[in-house]
């Protein structure tokens, strides 16, 4: 019970400093074109676990011509994979869910979730994105949750310049969520940001050193920097972290305190004996003494753990463009 707690508690506050770092307009977006039905399918990969605990049919149906949107890769898939899991959440055991992407014109691309669940009554449809709104105590007591996951989706999308909204026929009917997304364009794209230094004339993706002992975690990191442009290497130990870096050169080291063979301080001392390279450090402990200690062993940023993935592409950003 204290566990569930926890993990509820840390699950509000991270969601209500994501709502504020968006409503404040403190959330720097790196727009790149993207291919939507890429993002889909990826998307669709993730929720694979859920979907067969549940007996839920995923059904896909993507657009050929969908072509490339403006978005921020990982901030899109934050958007596609609340819709998709909240689908998950609202839909009955064997029941279906359909995802469908398309272009609708030059300009515009959507995607379409339909699921086969709960449905939303008429009368909430016009609250349904705003914080706190799970339409009444019944459906919160149920399927519990924190009704933010959509007013971070709505923020998120309106700050891509698109549009998200919801359609139902009433309870028992199902519901379907629409995302419509600006379709890449010269005026509407940033320059990548994810960039290190220029070889031979062409820049090329920072080399990032991640090194993370707990195994799900480790390779969901790695997946969500490579989405990001990154080109990763994963290591779990200090051992394996120390013989990379004998043959390998990289750009940032991401490395978690608590190891099985010693600790983050240990890595970025066998590192930094054989290149030098900014450290960002990933620790459950934030105290000012706990940040004192990483600075002085060589990091130059400190993560509490859970590690949001959208601050962690930031801080590599950061100790990158800084070392630069």
């Known amino acids: 019970m204290m566990k569930r707690n926890i993990e509820l508690e840390t699950k509000l506050i991270d969601d209500l400093l994501d709502l504020n770092r968006v409503t404040s307009g403190k959330l720097p977006l790196h727009l790149e074109p993207l291919d939507l039905n890429d993002a889909v399918r990826q998307v669709c990969i993730t929720c694979r676990p859920p979907l067969a605990e549940r007996s839920i049919r995923l059904e896909t149906q993507l657009d050929e011509e969908a072509g490339l949107v403006a978005a921020d890769r990982a901030r899109l898939q934050q958007v596609l994979w609340n819709v998709l899991k909240n689908a998950i959440k609202f839909t009955p055991d064997e029941g279906s869910i359909r995802v469908t992407t398309q272009r609708l014109d030059a300009s515009r691309c959507e995607v379409r979730v339909q699921d086969s669940g709960m449905g939303i009554p008429a009368d909430v449809l016009p609250r349904i994105f705003n914080a706190f709104e799970q339409g009444d105590a019944k459906v919160t007591r149920q399927f519990g949750g924190l009704g933010l996951g959509l007013a971070i ?30 379709a890449a364009t010269a005026s509407t794209l940033e320059k990548p940001a994810v960039t290190a230094p220029v070889e031979n004339g062409q820049t090329r993706p920072l080399r990032v050193l991640l090194v993370e002992d707990h195994a799900d975690t480790a390779r969901t990191l790695d997946r969500l920097l490579r989405r990001a442009g990154f080109f990763v290497v994963s290591a779990a130990d200090v051992a394996s972290a120390a013989a990379t870096a004998e043959t390998e050169a990289f750009d940032v080291l991401v490395s978690d305190l608590g190891l099985p063979d010693g600790t983050g301080y240990d890595v970025i001392r066998h590192v930094r004996a054989r290149q030098i390279v900014p450290g960002i450090a990933m620790s459950g402990y934030g105290m000012d003494e706990d940040v004192r200690r990483t600075r002085e062993a060589g990091f130059t940023e400190h993560l509490v753990k859970p590690v949001e993935v959208t601050q962690l592409i930031a801080a590599i950003r950061r100790v990158a463009k800084d070392r630069g």
Not at 157 to 169: F, K, N, W
């Open 153 to 182: 989706c709505k923020a998120l999308v309106d700050l891509h310049h698109g549009s998200i909204r919801a359609e139902s026929a009433g309870s028992g009917q199902g519901s379907t969520f629409i995302i419509e997304l600006p």
